[in-house]
Nanobody, 122 residues
Framework: QVQLVESGGGLVQAGGSLRLSCAAS????????MGWYRQAPGKEREVVAT????????IYPDSMKDRFTISRDNAKNTVYLQMNSLKFEDTGVYYC???????????????WGQGTQVTVSS
């Protein structure tokens, strides 16, 4: 299994910045991509940013790409989300996700962390 542990959430004023971290551990054959999702109260979970492990290609929804940056540190098995110019509507629980195979013959599955709360005060 793979364990994902997020950190770095908290309370920030509108216009401020936060950097979230996601530390991955455990036994897994391969990880194809990692990403960040968020869920605001009463809303569905939405993707924030994705990084493709083979080539470090990053993918963002249009509404996120100017303010959010996903990156990774292979040596630390950690993925980061740098969030700038935060807005009240960025408030929510942010989840780290990994898509990968436990074994060579396994299907690609999605794994989730427990989430970290981000609250932006207006």
């Amino acid at each position: 299994q793979v364990q994902l542990v997020e950190s770095g959430g908290g309370l920030v004023q509108a216009g401020g910045s936060l950097r979230l971290s996601c530390a991955a551990s455990g036994s897994i054959f391969s990880i194809n991509a990692m990403g960040w999702y968020r869920q605001a109260p009463g809303k569905e979970r939405e993707v924030v940013a994705t990084i493709i492990m083979d080539d470090d290609r990053t993918i963002y929804p249009d509404s996120m790409k100017d303010r959010f940056t996903i990156s990774r540190d292979n040596a630390k098995n950690t993925v980061y989300l740098q969030m700038n110019s935060l807005k009240f509507e960025d408030t929510g629980v942010y989840y780290c996700s990994a898509a990968g195979r436990l074994t060579a013959g396994d299907l690609i599955r999605q794994y989730w962390g427990q989430g970290t709360q981000v609250t932006v005060s207006s």
